[in-house]
């Protein structure tokens, strides 16, 4: 079935440094790719997204890249705050109705 | 935003008791999910809906089951909780491409 890859599982970075995160999906069908930033005790929100006819997209800080014949994408955050700090979740959409989340990254930003 | 909106918001229930989550919306939204989440294993799809008559499982509906009462309102029900089962449960609608969240359930089986 379905199945997503995120890494890392944690993420620690210096506030002003930039934070990577990469996810692989399996189905090649996925067409749609969100990532979710949950806050500490509160439910995760979507933040960017990507459709698979783009391979780059970008909002202020935070910026997604798809590569779909390797079947990765990424999350990139410039100049990380302290607000950053979350667990962030990427989601590959293929289908009508699944929804498969990847397993989560943990970033911190350390002042 | 309580636009998807979860009930009780914490629980603690006994092993081999039968308890009820329930979620309700009022986004219009026809597809329904519910999602169990523990520490470094994400967000894990339990069952989803695209309508009253249409239920599907996910990737660990066993020892789950789920009522879509109506398109506002779809219930997860475990049927005899075991500890294991210990998690925090969300519920989710989604529109096109964008998945809404309820506040989650934490629910403890002692």
């Known amino acids: 079935g379905e199945n997503v890859e995120q890494h890392p599982s944690t993420l620690s970075v210096q506030e002003g440094d930039s934070a990577v995160i990469k996810c692989t999906y399996s189905d090649s069908a996925s067409n749609y790719f969100p990532w979710y930033k949950q806050e500490l005790g509160k439910r995760p929100q979507l933040i960017i997204d990507i459709r698979s006819n783009v391979g780059e997209k970008k909002d202020q800080r935070i910026a997604v890249t798809l590569n779909k014949t390797a079947k990765h994408f990424s999350l990139h955050i410039t100049e990380t705050q302290p607000e950053d700090s979350a667990v962030y979740f990427c989601a590959a959409i293929s289908g009508t109705y699944k929804y498969i989340f990847g397993t989560g990254t943990r970033l911190k930003v350390l002042a | 935003d309580a636009d998807v909106t979860q009930t009780p918001r914490n629980r603690i229930t006994k092993t081999g008791k039968r308890i009820m989550l329930e979620c309700s919306q009022t986004?219009?939204?026809?597809?329904m999910y519910w999602y169990r989440q523990d520490p470094g294993l994400g967000l894990r799809l339990i069952y989803y809906s695209f309508d009253v008559k249409d239920i599907n499982k996910g990737e660990i509906s066993d020892g789950y089951s789920v009522s879509r009462q109506a398109q506002a309102k779809f219930s997860l029900s475990l049927e005899s909780a075991i500890p294991n089962q210990t998690a925090l449960y969300f519920c989710?609608?989604?529109?096109?491409?964008?998945?809404?969240f309820g506040q989650g359930t934490r629910l403890t089986v002692v």
């Open positions: 986004k219009g939204h026809d597809r």
């Open positions: 989710a609608t989604r529109f096109g491409g964008e998945a809404f």
